[in-house]
């Protein structure tokens, strides 16, 4: 499953609805580059639909090292270290987005301290659960791709509740935004 399970697990109904009102949802054309190696970033991103490729550049040629499927968030390593990002994203599909702004989530972290526990401890829970994952795919072929996503089966028992509550959260994101993108349609 995806790591904004780990993020809608921690938030509460109202930090994912200002997420929604704060952030720009987008439908985004295949092979568009949303992130730039060593680049500014200005945004975090949360994947609603569509999957991304995540590159980084080997010596002048671009290298894919994971692929970034819905439900997944990137731009969180930038957003929390405030260093350039370390790699390049790229939309392999169509996709549709949320994107919220780096400094407007900066805003609300410094004025609301329970918003910045829950978020604060989501981002940290999937580092820590990416990093473990990483660490046990060392070794293997060079050339794997990554799958970033982790297995159902691996989520500790005392974490399924939250991560049920966070799956129908998601779910319900997606259906708003969906109602949100078919009223805006031109006719």
Known sequence: MQKVLFLFGELNDDDIDWLITTGEIAKIPPE???????????????????????????????????????????????????????????TC?????????QDKILNRLNQDIGFSARFNRAIATFLASRLRNTVRH????????FNQSFISEEIPVVARESFNVATTRFDWLLR?????????SPV
Do not use: H, M, W
């Open 32 to 90: 568009t580059v949303l992130i730039r190696e060593n680049q500014p970033l200005e945004n975090f991103y949360i994947l609603l639909e569509g999957a991304v490729a995540v590159s980084i550049d080997f010596a002048g040629t671009a290298r894919d090292i994971a692929v970034l499927k819905s439900g997944e968030i990137f731009g969180e390593l930038s957003f929390i270290d405030q260093q350039l990002p370390s790699a390049s994203v790229k």
């Open 93 to 101: 599909e169509e996709c549709l987005l949320l994107a919220v702004a």
């Open 138 to 145: 060392l070794g293997e072929d060079k050339d794997f791709v």
């Open 176 to 184: 708003r935004v969906q109602s949100q993108t078919a009223t805006e």
